[in-house]
C-alpha cells in the first residue's frame, strides 16, 4: 500500500487516492485503528470503534470520521450514545441522528465515537475540561508534560471542550475528519488547542435533533479537520440547504484562498483572555499569545484592509453574569434532555431527575474525587426562572450579540468580518448571537507545546464567507503541524 502518514493525510487526498485505486479502504481503516491502538490508551480520545464487519467499502466516495459520543447512532452501527455517562450505556436510540444519516448516505464511514466532556460539560462546575466516566480524563497529542492535575478546570494543559475527544482524534491521527458539537465554545476552544480548522455554524442550520442537547438556544453541530477543504465538504453534507443560503457550488466552492478584499476588523487580544478561573496564568503564554496575534494582524495587513475595532465586552454582554444565558440554559435542559430521551430505547434513566439519582448511586464512577459534583445538573432541576425573566435574559443576550455586537461592529466599522484571539471569550458573543464563528491555527506555545490560534466572527447565514476567510488564512500562514506523540510519554 502507498504509504499514508495518518498525523497529516486529509480527507481529500485520501479519497483521491482510494479512487486512482493506489489504496485501499480496509488497509486504511487498518493504519487509522493501529494509531488508536498505539496512543489511544494514554489520550483517551476515543470510546468505541465500529466493528469491523460493520465496515462498508465505498472507496469511491469514502470518508472515514468520528463523532462525539453524544450524537444517536442505531444500534444497527454497533456503537453506543452514551455522552460520556454510564447511565446512557446500553440505551438504544430508534434512528441516526440526522447529522449521522446525512453522512453516511454520503458514503461515510462512521470509524468511532469520541470522548468528550460529560453532558457537553453541563453535568458539573469547577471540573476538568475533557473529562467524562465512561473515558476519564482526556489529554492534548500536543502538551508536553500531559493533563497536569493541579491546573485550572481549562488551563493550558488541558485540551479543552466539550468536544474534546473529537478535536484530539484528528490532530493525533485517529481519523481524518470529525464531527464535534458546541453550546458555548466546545468546538472552538478544542479545535483552537489542536490547530484545527473548525467552524461552528449558523444556529439551525445543522440539524440538531438525535443529539443529547444542552439549549436548542445554541448548540450546533460543526466539522473539525486539519484542512479547508476537508472542512468545506463535510458542510456540504450536513448543512441543510432549506435553512440557509449555499453559495452555489456549495462552500467547496467558498474555499478559494484568496482574501478578494475581505475587510477585517481586529480586536485587541489583551482584551480577550480568559479569565484566571478558567485558565491558570502562566505569564510567558500570555505575552506569546499576545505578541504573535498582533503580528499576526500586521501579517494580514500586507494581503487584505485590517483595522482596530471594538466589540461589546462579555461583562456587557452578560450584565457581569445578572444576564448570563446560561440561566437559560438552565431552564431548558430538563424539558431538551427529556425530549432526547424520548428517541431512545432501553435506558437506565428517562428523566433529568433519574439521572441525577443514578449519579448518586453510583457515585464511584460518576462522581470520582476531583470529579464529585453534578451541579449544573442540579441547577436544572432546581430552576425556577419564571418565563418573564427568561424571554428578559434571552432578549438582552441576543440583542448583546447582534444588534449591539457583531451586527454593529461590522456596520460601525465597515467591515465583513471580526478577527480575535482564539483562547478567550469570544466565543461567547457569537453564542448568545447564534452567529458562525470558525477556528484559524497560528502558532504553538513555547512552554508547553499547545497550539493556538485566532477565531474569526461574521454576521447570521455568512458561513461561507468564514470558510474563505479560513482558506485565504490557510494560504497565508505556516502549515499546521501534527504533535510530537513521542513513545516515551514522560517527553510529552
Same mark, same amino acid.
Given at each position: 500500500?502507498?504509504h499514508?502518514?495518518?498525523?497529516?493525510?486529509?480527507?481529500?487526498?485520501?479519497?483521491?487516492?482510494?479512487?486512482?485505486?493506489?489504496?485501499t479502504?480496509?488497509?486504511?481503516?487498518?493504519?487509522?485503528?493501529?494509531?488508536?491502538?498505539?496512543?489511544?490508551?494514554?489520550?483517551?480520545?476515543?470510546?468505541?470503534?465500529?466493528?469491523r464487519h460493520?465496515?462498508r467499502?465505498?472507496?469511491?466516495?469514502?470518508?472515514?470520521n468520528?463523532?462525539?459520543?453524544?450524537?444517536?447512532?442505531?444500534?444497527?452501527?454497533?456503537?453506543?450514545?452514551?455522552?460520556?455517562? !454510564?447511565a !446512557?450505556?446500553?440505551?438504544?436510540?430508534?434512528?441516526?441522528?440526522?447529522?449521522?444519516?446525512?453522512?453516511?448516505?454520503?458514503?461515510?464511514?462512521?470509524?468511532?465515537?469520541?470522548?468528550?466532556?460529560?453532558?457537553?460539560?453541563?453535568?458539573?462546575?469547577?471540573?476538568p475540561?475533557?473529562?467524562?466516566?465512561?473515558?476519564?480524563?482526556?489529554?492534548s497529542?500536543y502538551?508536553?508534560?500531559? !493533563?497536569?492535575?493541579?491546573?485550572?478546570?481549562?488551563?493550558?494543559?488541558?485540551?479543552?471542550?466539550?468536544s474534546?475527544?473529537?478535536?484530539?482524534?484528528?490532530?493525533?491521527g485517529?481519523?481524518?475528519?470529525?464531527?464535534?458539537?458546541?453550546?458555548? *465554545?466546545?468546538?472552538?476552544?478544542?479545535?483552537?488547542?489542536? &490547530?484545527?480548522?473548525?467552524? #461552528? @455554524?449558523?444556529?439551525?442550520?445543522?440539524p440538531?435533533?438525535?443529539?443529547?442537547?444542552?439549549?436548542?438556544?445554541?448548540?450546533?453541530?460543526?466539522?473539525?479537520?486539519?484542512?479547508?477543504?476537508?472542512?468545506?465538504?463535510?458542510?456540504?453534507?450536513?448543512?441543510?440547504?432549506?435553512?440557509?443560503? =449555499?453559495?452555489?457550488?456549495?462552500?467547496?466552492?467558498?474555499?478559494?484562498?484568496?482574501?478578494d478584499?475581505?475587510?477585517?476588523?481586529?480586536?485587541?487580544?489583551?482584551?480577550?483572555?480568559?479569565?484566571?478561573?478558567?485558565?491558570?496564568?502562566?505569564?510567558? &503564554?500570555? #505575552?506569546?499569545?499576545i505578541?504573535?496575534?498582533?503580528?499576526?494582524?500586521?501579517?494580514? *495587513?500586507?494581503?487584505t484592509e =485590517?483595522?482596530?475595532?471594538?466589540?461589546?465586552?462579555?461583562a456587557?454582554?452578560?450584565?457581569?453574569?445578572?444576564?448570563?444565558?446560561?440561566?437559560? $440554559?438552565?431552564h431548558d435542559?430538563?424539558?431538551?434532555?427529556?425530549?432526547?430521551?424520548?428517541t431512545?430505547?432501553?435506558?437506565?434513566?428517562?428523566?433529568?431527575?433519574?439521572?441525577?439519582?443514578?449519579? +448518586?448511586?453510583? &457515585?464511584?464512577?460518576?462522581?470520582? @474525587?476531583?470529579?464529585?459534583n453534578?451541579? *449544573?445538573?442540579l441547577?436544572?432541576?432546581?430552576?425556577?426562572?419564571?418565563? +418573564?425573566?427568561?424571554?428578559?435574559?434571552?432578549?438582552?443576550?441576543?440583542?448583546?450579540?447582534?444588534?449591539?455586537?457583531?451586527? #454593529?461592529?461590522?456596520?460601525?466599522?465597515?467591515?465583513?468580518?471580526?478577527?480575535?484571539?482564539?483562547?478567550?471569550?469570544?466565543?461567547?458573543?457569537?453564542?448568545?448571537?447564534?452567529? @458562525?464563528?470558525?477556528?484559524?491555527?497560528?502558532?504553538?506555545?513555547? $512552554?508547553?507545546?499547545?497550539?493556538?490560534?485566532?477565531?474569526?466572527?461574521?454576521?447570521?447565514?455568512?458561513d &461561507?464567507?468564514?470558510?474563505?476567510?479560513?482558506?485565504?488564512?490557510?494560504?497565508t !500562514?505556516p502549515?499546521?503541524?501534527?504533535?510530537?506523540? $513521542?513513545?516515551?510519554?514522560?517527553?510529552?
Amino acid at each position: 500500500m502507498s504509504h499514508v502518514n495518518p498525523l497529516t493525510a486529509t480527507a481529500a487526498d485520501l479519497q483521491a487516492r482510494l479512487s486512482a485505486g493506489k489504496i485501499t479502504t480496509s488497509s486504511l481503516l487498518g493504519v487509522y485503528l493501529d494509531r488508536i491502538n498505539q496512543d489511544n490508551g494514554y489520550l483517551r480520545a476515543i470510546i468505541a470503534t465500529s466493528p469491523r464487519h460493520l465496515w462498508r467499502q465505498k472507496p469511491s466516495d469514502w470518508m472515514a470520521n468520528v463523532q462525539p459520543d453524544n450524537i444517536a447512532t442505531h444500534p444497527d452501527l454497533g456503537l453506543d450514545t452514551t455522552a460520556g455517562s !454510564f447511565a !446512557f450505556v446500553g440505551s438504544r436510540p430508534r434512528a441516526n441522528a440526522p447529522v449521522v444519516q446525512k453522512l453516511y448516505d454520503a458514503g461515510a464511514l462512521i470509524l468511532g465515537k469520541a470522548s468528550l466532556s460529560e453532558l457537553s460539560f453541563y453535568r458539573s462546575e469547577g471540573i476538568p475540561c475533557a473529562w467524562c466516566a465512561v473515558a476519564g480524563q482526556g489529554q492534548s497529542a500536543y502538551v508536553r508534560g500531559g !493533563f497536569r492535575d493541579d491546573d485550572s478546570i481549562c488551563g493550558h494543559s488541558n485540551p479543552a471542550g466539550s468536544s474534546s475527544g473529537s478535536a484530539v482524534a484528528v490532530s493525533a491521527g485517529f481519523a481524518p475528519i470529525s464531527i464535534g458539537t458546541e453550546t458555548i *465554545g466546545s468546538l472552538i476552544m478544542p479545535a483552537d488547542r489542536a &490547530a484545527l480548522y473548525t467552524i #461552528k @455554524p449558523t444556529v439551525g442550520i445543522v440539524p440538531q435533533s438525535g443529539i443529547v442537547p444542552v439549549s436548542y438556544l445554541c448548540d450546533s453541530a460543526g466539522p473539525m479537520t486539519k484542512t479547508t477543504r476537508d472542512l468545506a465538504d463535510i458542510l456540504d453534507i450536513i448543512v441543510d440547504p432549506n435553512k440557509t443560503n =449555499v453559495p452555489e457550488g456549495g462552500y467547496s466552492s467558498a474555499a478559494t484562498g484568496r482574501w478578494d478584499s475581505i475587510k477585517i476588523g481586529v480586536v485587541r487580544p489583551r482584551d480577550w483572555l480568559h479569565g484566571e478561573k478558567l485558565i491558570k496564568p502562566e505569564p510567558g &503564554a500570555t #505575552k506569546q499569545l499576545i505578541k504573535e496575534v498582533e503580528l499576526a494582524y500586521k501579517k494580514l *495587513g500586507t494581503v487584505t484592509e =485590517v483595522k482596530e475595532v471594538s466589540l461589546i465586552s462579555w461583562a456587557e454582554a452578560a450584565q457581569n453574569g445578572d444576564k448570563v444565558i446560561d440561566k437559560c $440554559f438552565d431552564h431548558d435542559f430538563a424539558s431538551a434532555l427529556q425530549g432526547y430521551l424520548d428517541t431512545v430505547d432501553n435506558s437506565r434513566v428517562t428523566t433529568l431527575d433519574e439521572l441525577i439519582k443514578y449519579n +448518586e448511586d453510583h &457515585a464511584d464512577t460518576e462522581l470520582p @474525587p476531583r470529579y464529585d459534583n453534578q451541579n *449544573g445538573l442540579l441547577r436544572a432541576q432546581k430552576s425556577n426562572l419564571t418565563q +418573564e425573566e427568561y424571554d428578559d435574559i434571552l432578549s438582552f443576550s441576543r440583542s448583546a450579540g447582534r444588534e449591539r455586537g457583531i451586527d #454593529k461592529t461590522l456596520k460601525d466599522n465597515n467591515v465583513d468580518v471580526i478577527l480575535g484571539l482564539g483562547d478567550g471569550p469570544l466565543f461567547y458573543i457569537a453564542g448568545i448571537a447564534g452567529y @458562525p464563528i470558525a477556528s484559524l491555527p497560528l502558532g504553538y506555545l513555547d $512552554f508547553n507545546g499547545r497550539p493556538f490560534g485566532l477565531v474569526a466572527m461574521a454576521s447570521a447565514h455568512q458561513d &461561507a464567507l468564514l470558510v474563505q476567510v479560513q482558506s485565504a488564512w490557510e494560504a497565508t !500562514f505556516p502549515k499546521r503541524r501534527p504533535p510530537p506523540l $513521542f513513545s516515551d510519554r514522560s517527553e510529552l
